[in-house]
């Protein structure tokens, strides 16, 4: 897996290293987060090379998914995300911050 993120300025960066990351490691997560994740997902997700795009805040998000990632693809139930299933996306519920 690899994971980034930027604010939304630097999309075009995001664009440029997931396709470089998926051209050389095509089996390879990649997981966008940050600012640029919560703001164009279905861009990142439909018309990039992004696997996963983690919304809002992200530290308790990161470890959920890390550890449903050792285990299993089934994204199902991780909140905070939104991912590739089948071709197309699927949005989980945001998770809940106190």
Do not use: F
Request: some cysteine; aromatic content about 6%.
């Amino acid at each position: 897996m690899v994971a980034l993120g930027c604010i939304v300025t630097g999309y075009k960066y995001v664009k440029w290293l997931t396709k470089i990351i998926k051209d050389a490691y095509p089996a390879t997560k990649v997981v966008v987060g940050y600012a640029v994740a919560s703001s164009i997902p279905e861009i990142l997700l439909t018309k990039r090379d992004s696997d996963i795009a983690v919304i809002g805040e992200g530290d308790e998000t990161i470890v959920e998914l890390l550890k449903r990632l050792e285990t299993s693809d089934d994204l199902t139930g991780v909140r905070g995300v939104h991912y590739k299933h089948s071709g197309q996306m699927v949005q989980n519920p945001p998770r809940r911050h106190m």
